[in-house]
């Protein structure tokens, strides 16, 4: 065997499949090619997932055991990296996948587990094989559920060629996001996944769409959670008030009376226009304006004196 597995990882022989992925994800973040400055980034990464794909997988790691255990009974081992990584970009704006250590450690081994390294006799070697399926994360604005995109993705793909040999294939491929995809849901992309060999058919290409985060809105299924801060007498009188959804609408919303910090409502059908549209559901936060001013100062106070009676802190 040309070169120990464990030792390319940085592991001893009984590590833990966490230590394993530690090791995995700290080597990964060294050799990146997108961000390493070593000159052999791109080869060293080539090497650590065709090595983590083997330790990381309970079968193959019982393979490659017994196979350190007796070198010469066997001509040779090699186990192909079917982990990616990758970045887009949008027409007019950046669009990023999850980053590479996310991705890893997602997906883990999930790309891939084939027998493609295993030729074991003559016959094997000219057997066909069905390229295995990939799988990604793509994160997007959530502008985009309303209104659909399309995107041009650059993949870089650690593969196998025609010898068993790990090499990089890169290839830019062009993505339609209909309007309308739930959070988590997948693209499928025919074709477009792992290379098959000897003839085989490629695997399937699957991206998960996830929608960005904000600090007022998040996005769950079809369903989106949005915070919307109003007025202390806003909710107390259950005044209507004006509010700009995610659709970028404008809409009426009567408030109930004495409503408080925390709590919900559904306008309904108002989520992602999926099949079976979601809903929105406002969060509100009484947001108390500052008393800068006397006369804002003497306006609380008058306040205070006509809720003498309000215990704020009593149990």
């Known amino acids: 065997m040309a070169k120990n597995f464990y030792e390319i990882l940085g592991v001893k022989k009984d590590a833990t499949p966490e230590q394993i992925k530690k090791a995995y994800r700290k080597l990964a973040r060294k050799y990146h090619p ?70 890893f450690g997602r997906f883990g081994t999930g790309f891939g587990g084939s027998d493609y390294g295993y030729q074991r006799d003559q016959r094997q070697q000219h057997r066909s094989f069905k390229g295995d399926d990939q799988h990604a994360s793509l994160d997007i604005d959530l502008d985009i559920a309303f209104h659909g995109s399309t995107q041009n993705i650059t993949l870089q793909i650690p593969t196998l060629n025609a010898y068993g040999e790990a090499e990089v294939q890169r290839k830019t491929l062009e993505v339609k996001i209909p309007k309308g995809m739930k959070d988590g849901q997948q693209i499928r992309l025919s074709g477009q996944g792992q290379t098959g060999i000897n003839g085989g058919t ?114």
């Open 34 to 103: 997108d961000i390493s400055k070593e000159v052999d980034a791109e080869e060293k990464m080539q090497e650590i997932n065709v090595a983590y794909d083997t330790l990381s997988n309970d079968e193959k790691k019982k393979q490659y055991d017994f196979e350190l255990e007796h070198p010469n009974g066997f001509n040779h081992f090699d186990s192909g990296s079917n982990q990616y990584y990758q970045n887009t970009q949008g027409n007019h704006e950046q669009y990023d996948f999850s980053g590479f250590e996310d991705l």
């Open 202 to 315: 490629n695997g399937d290409l699957y991206i998960e769409i996830r929608y960005k985060h904000t600090e007022k809105i998040r996005v769950d299924g079809a369903d989106i959670y949005q915070s919307i801060d109003v007025a202390p007498w806003e909710t107390a009188l259950g005044q209507a008030i004006e509010i700009q959804t995610p659709a970028g609408n404008k809409v009426q919303v009567n408030l109930p009376k004495n409503s408080r910090t925390g709590q919900q409502l559904r306008l309904k059908d108002k989520g992602i226009p999926s099949k079976t549209p979601g809903h929105l559901y406002l969060l509100l936060n009484i947001v108390n304006p500052p008393a800068n001013t006397e006369a804002e100062q003497a306006a609380y106070q008058v306040f205070a004196d006509a809720f003498t009676h309000f215990k704020p802190r009593q149990s």
